[in-house]
């Protein structure tokens, strides 16, 4: 099994020395004054939770350290996007960025940067789905579209290579390999999950979850995304009807198995070469 990250404030850098992690701040300064060169070791990525912090402390410290830039308000942030170009000189660098209206206008502008984009998934009554096919299209088909946007990516790689990756993984909310770490030093479940008070061993949550959500009769008992989905969508309310997510997910995985299907044809064309 693999361990447990934690997303920790900065601070708290102290109590969770050996352990993977994800080292939170709206500071840049703050990781150069907690984190030293052994603690940089365990560090999976940097997160900055306000992207007009001086970001000047990170040109010239922990090359090579990933970076996730949190944006909150797409639209009115987007534009700082252009004062983070620097830190890719010496860091891998994504951007966080939620699912509100307008939001694809920052991840379209993120990759243009060279940017990775992860997206920040919710269950409003109103999810973006056109958006969302808008920004799937612009993934799979546009020429300029070189960096991963996920959940996209790892999901397309998931369907494509036939491995049961689910997206409670892929988007770091899966309690047997994530947790957060609050300002108090109070440990909760990840991401959207934070909010619930699981009595039970927080590493099967998702396991038990699925088994509510996959009631006879429910829309994932037959569902046949379910092995990757892992009724991800249906978080907070089990009730959310998934039509328009799924055909985004079946966007994904014909994509994925046509270029499957093109590289069989082309190995098969070159196995006498």
């Not at 639209?75 to 000189?89: G, K, Q, R, S, W």
């Not at 991840?107 to 940017?115: E, G, M, P, Y």
């Not at 491995?163 to 309690?175: A, F, N, S, V």
């Amino acid at each position: 099994m693999n361990e447990v990250v934690y997303n920790i404030p900065a601070c708290r850098i102290g109590a969770y020395q050996g352990h993977p992690l994800i080292a939170r701040s709206s500071d840049p300064s703050e990781w150069i004054r907690c984190l030293s060169d052994d603690t940089l070791d365990h560090v999976v990525y940097l997160q900055l939770l306000s992207i007009s912090a001086d970001l000047d402390p990170l040109m010239h410290w922990g090359e090579g350290v990933p970076l996730e830039l949190v944006v909150q308000d797409p639209t009115a942030e987007f534009p700082l996007l252009y004062d983070c170009t620097n830190l890719l000189d010496r860091h891998p660098v994504r951007v966080s960025i939620p699912l509100t209206p307008g939001f694809g206008q920052a991840v379209k502008l993120a990759v243009s940067l060279q940017f990775g984009v992860q997206l920040r998934v919710t269950q409003p009554d109103s999810l973006p789905v056109d958006e969302l096919r808008n920004i799937l299209h612009f993934y799979l088909h546009h020429s300029t579209a070189s960096q991963p946007i996920d959940f996209f990516h790892s999901l397309f790689f998931a369907f494509h290579d036939e491995e049961p990756m689910t997206l409670w993984e892929i988007q770091e909310e899966d309690p047997a390999c994530f947790r957060f770490v609050d300002d108090q030093g109070r440990e909760h479940l990840p991401g959207r999950l934070a909010r619930m008070d699981f009595a039970g061993d927080k590493a099967l949550f998702i396991e038990e979850f699925k088994k509510v959500v996959r009631a006879p009769e429910s829309e994932c008992s037959d569902c046949a995304f379910f092995q990757n989905c892992a009724g991800y969508f249906k978080w907070p309310n089990p009730h959310y009807r998934c039509d328009g997510i799924k055909s985004l997910l079946r966007m994904l995985r014909d994509a994925a198995s046509e270029l499957r299907s093109d590289l069989e044809r082309y190995d098969k064309q070159n196995a006498g070469d």
